[in-house]
């Protein structure tokens, strides 16, 4: 499980993000605070993997719980900063704070989902690395594409197309199979080449992973996990 602590001086906004982070699957909130100073002391002692990190805090802006956090000795963990602040400077700060993403109160629970799988698609990705070996290019390159990937379906495909595809093909994912094209075609009730789109537009994103099954004769079949 990747461990969160959230960070916000509203007890009920808190209680609403937890609410929200307790929904996608391998992540668990290990506490709520509303304080700058027991957000330092909660990472101190709870080593949380990820931290949701209000900027109006009562106590000390988040901006500085950042670049503490940056400076800790022991602690590392990795912040997202969800605030209502749209001005530039505190954007600017978060990016050199080392902040992974910016997310402007209010959002939606599929807008705080999609970076919380995006955050795992990078955790692990870096499990994967060998830790003493060098990267490789290409390793860094799907490290940072992780965080810069494209979500939005090209030209040609619909939002609301993808949205049921997504759907079909995170429940076959969740139930411990894949799909192929044809497959997902007759769930989704399109035809199996605008099928074949949307997975592959998934695969290109870093979102699906695709597996050869080898049968008899011709080519092999291509199946689609999600792997977020």
């Known amino acids: 499980m990747i461990k969160v602590l959230v960070v916000d001086d509203d007890f009920m906004v808190a209680k609403v993000h937890s609410g929200y982070v307790a929904r996608v699957p391998g992540f668990e ?55 209502a602040a749209r001005d530039l400077e505190a954007v600017r700060g978060a990016i050199r704070g080392g902040a992974l993403h910016y997310l402007i109160k209010p ?7 999609d970076q919380l799988e995006n955050f795992r698609s990078l955790h692990s990705k870096l499990g994967e690395l060998p830790a003493n070996a060098p990267a490789a290019q290409h390793d860094v390159d799907r490290l940072f594409g992780t965080r810069t990937r494209r979500t939005t379906p090209p030209k040609g495909l619909t939002n609301e197309t ?14 411990g199979g894949d799909l192929s094209a044809t497959e997902c075609a007759e769930a989704s009730e399109i035809s199996r080449v605008s099928a074949r789109k949307y997975l ?6 870093g979102r699906a992973e695709v597996r050869l099954r080898y049968g008899g004769t011709g080519r092999p079949e291509r199946r689609y996990r999600w792997s977020g």
């Not at 595809?165 to 969740?174: F, G, K, N, Y």
């Not at 592959?200 to 994103?205: G, S, W």
Request: glycine share 2%; no cysteine; proline share 5%.
């Open 29 to 83: 909130v290990v506490a709520a605070v509303h304080t700058g100073t027991d957000a330092i002391r909660a990472v101190d002692e709870l080593r949380p993997d990820l931290v949701l990190l209000d900027i109006y805090l009562p106590d000390v802006d988040g901006l500085s719980v950042l670049r503490q956090l940056r400076a800790h000795p022991t602690a590392d963990p990795d912040v997202i900063m969800i605030t």
């Open 107 to 113: 959002f939606s629970f599929e807008a705080l989902r």
């Open 162 to 175: 993808s949205d049921i595809v997504e759907r079909i093909l995170r429940e076959a994912t969740a139930a």
């Open 200 to 205: 592959e537009h998934f695969a290109e994103t």
